[in-house]
């Protein structure tokens, strides 16, 4: 939580409402055509923004994977989105476009800053850790306010405190599968969770837009297995998963803690198993190929 109140420190509480600290220049102006650019974790961060900001009418914005996107298409600004600022594929891109970029990493001076036009270094929030919580929350927070404004997002802190202190039922822990949904922004969060439990725990999840759950994921719903929604819970489909047995968990947080709370499970989950969810199999800090 203090971390995610020092990134809200640096921009000012309202947008337009004053120049942002030093250090954060190159984020998109209003009105701006843009393209948000991460791998991994990084992805989920980019979608999430990319609905926040154009939702918020601060003009098209488009989130990518590095490796998908279309080199021939004009934006007016590449946001690119790397914890360790080495990731192959980010640094390709950043190589190749002409167009105004600006790198969100934990570490200064990279490869991927070599190649970009302006760097935002959030050292605070780095973390030891090969899976990504700190990180890529605290750049999520801090991009959703240069998008609504530090002044919406004050109360976020606490509902982390709220997360790290709430009890994990052992039913959770317990779970035999989970699927993750959301709408809009909470997308990419539900992604990002689905992800952070796979890499943490080796275990089988699974995440959609909420609405396309009743299109075909919903066969496997069962009692003992969790359906988790990030955001509001589209109307209707509370009663959908309770007529298949499976749990429904929603929260009263706001989405981005209720990620903490998963985070939290996904630790859970990993210990109950005898696994390190800091050092996932298979896995290294950033992927360069
Ligand atoms: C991207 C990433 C992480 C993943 C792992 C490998 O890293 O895919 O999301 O958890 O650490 O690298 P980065 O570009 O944000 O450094």
Same mark, same amino acid.
């Given at each position: 939580?203090?971390?995610?109140?020092?990134?809200?420190?640096?921009?000012?509480?309202?947008?337009?409402?004053?120049?942002?600290?030093?250090?954060?220049?190159?984020?998109?102006?209003?009105?701006?055509?843009?393209?948000?650019?991460?791998?991994?974790?990084?992805?989920?961060?980019?979608?999430?923004?990319?609905?926040?900001?154009?939702?918020?009418?601060?003009?098209?914005?488009?989130?990518?994977?590095?490796?998908?996107?279309?080199?021939?298409?004009?934006?007016?600004?590449?946001?690119?989105?790397?914890?360790?600022?080495?990731?192959?594929?980010?640094?390709?891109?950043?190589?190749?476009?002409?167009?105004?970029?600006?790198?969100?990493?934990?570490?200064?001076?990279?490869?991927?800053?070599?190649?970009?036009?302006?760097?935002?270094?959030?050292?605070?929030?780095?973390?030891?850790?090969?899976?990504?919580?700190?990180?890529?929350?605290?750049?999520?927070? &801090?991009?959703?306010?240069? +998008?609504?404004?530090?002044? /919406? #997002?004050? @109360?976020?802190?606490? %509902?982390?405190? *709220?997360? !790290?202190?709430?009890?994990?039922?052992?039913?959770?822990?317990?779970?035999?599968?989970?699927?993750?949904?959301?709408?809009?922004?909470?997308?990419?969060?539900?992604?990002?969770?689905?992800?952070?439990?796979?890499?943490?725990?080796?275990?089988?999840?699974?995440?959609?837009?909420?609405?396309?759950?009743?299109?075909?994921?919903?066969?496997?719903?069962?009692?003992?297995?969790?359906?988790?929604?990030?955001?509001?819970?589209?109307?209707? &489909?509370?009663?959908?998963? +309770?007529?298949?047995?499976? /749990? #429904?968990? @929603?929260?009263?947080? %706001?989405?981005? *803690?209720? !990620?903490?709370?998963?985070?939290?499970?996904?630790?859970?989950?990993?210990?109950?198993?005898?696994?390190?969810?800091?050092?996932?199999?298979?896995?290294?800090?950033?992927?360069?190929?």
């Amino acid at each position: 939580p203090e971390v995610w109140r020092a990134a809200l420190r640096l921009l000012p509480p309202a947008v337009g409402t004053g120049a942002a600290a030093d250090g954060l220049d190159g984020l998109p102006s209003a009105g701006e055509r843009v393209a948000v650019i991460g791998c991994g974790t990084s992805w989920f961060v980019a979608q999430s923004y990319a609905v926040l900001r154009e939702r918020a009418g601060q003009g098209v914005t488009d989130a990518f994977t590095a490796t998908e996107f279309p080199a021939g298409r004009a934006y007016d600004r590449i946001v690119t989105i790397s914890r360790s600022g080495t990731t192959t594929e980010i640094v390709d891109v950043l190589a190749a476009s002409s167009s105004p970029s600006v790198l969100l990493t934990a570490v200064a001076g990279g490869p991927a800053a070599a190649v970009a036009d302006h760097e935002i270094v959030l050292g605070f929030a780095d973390e030891e850790s090969v899976v990504q919580t700190r990180f890529a929350t605290t750049a999520l927070l &801090l991009l959703r306010a240069s +998008a609504l404004g530090a002044d /919406t #997002l004050e @109360t976020v802190p606490a %509902d982390a405190e *709220a997360a !790290l202190a709430a009890e994990i039922p052992q039913a959770w822990i317990d779970a035999d599968q989970i699927t993750f949904l959301g709408t809009g922004w909470t997308i990419g969060l539900a992604h990002e969770a689905a992800l952070k439990m796979r890499e943490s725990s080796q275990f089988w999840t699974e995440s959609y837009p909420a609405m396309e759950y009743r299109h075909g994921p919903i066969s496997i719903a069962q009692p003992g297995r969790l359906v988790w929604v990030f955001g509001p819970i589209p109307a209707g &489909l509370a009663d959908d998963v +309770a007529a298949t047995g499976a /749990t #429904l968990v @929603t929260s009263d947080l %706001d989405p981005l *803690a209720h !990620l903490v709370l998963l985070h939290r499970l996904a630790v859970a989950r990993a210990e109950a198993r005898g696994l390190d969810p800091d050092t996932p199999r298979n896995l290294t800090r950033s992927v360069i190929l």
